[in-house]
């Protein structure tokens, strides 16, 4: 003989399991729809010190290396180097580059990872005003001494 309190308890077990289930698939389905728009962010160092497979999308970031900088034939492709002052990744990149991008300044590029040639970029952002770099491009140069903060950033 089960009581009004077992088959209470009962229900609301099968509703807690029920409810748990869903939400897990719910989570399982955002995440599947939502993995190729994930990037990893890294700096060169990062890069080189992980064994990242082909086709992961990442963004990386740093400063654009003095005098790396090289404009194909075809007026379009864009040959560069971004480095963390630890390690060096050459970048390839076709299209049109943002209008505040120069050598020596803070860059993040996006693509996807290739373990043989350059990093073949998708994307480029460059700082939008004098003083911004995002805040992981900095931090990362910080952790290695290279970035070096002006009165100006440190009032911001």
Do not use: W
């Amino acid at each position: 003989m089960t009581t009004r309190a077992g088959k209470r308890k009962k229900k609301r077990l099968y509703l807690v399991l029920t409810s748990m289930t869903i939400l897990v698939l719910a989570v399982g389905l955002v995440m599947t729809a939502l993995e190729d728009s994930i990037s990893l962010f890294l700096d060169p160092s990062d890069l080189a010190e992980r064994d990242i497979p082909d086709g992961q999308r990442i963004r990386l970031g740093g400063l654009v290396v003095d005098g790396s900088f090289n404009k194909a034939d075809d007026g379009l492709t864009y040959h560069f180097d971004i480095t963390d002052g630890a390690e060096t990744v050459s970048v390839i990149y076709k299209g049109a580059l943002p209008d505040l991008f120069r050598e020596g300044q803070g860059v993040v590029v996006e693509g996807e990872t290739r373990n043989v040639g350059p990093f073949v970029a998708t994307e480029v952002l460059a700082k939008h005003d004098e003083n911004y770099m995002p805040k992981e491009v900095i931090e990362s140069l910080k952790e290695r001494g290279v970035y070096q903060e002006t009165n100006e950033e440190e009032n911001i």
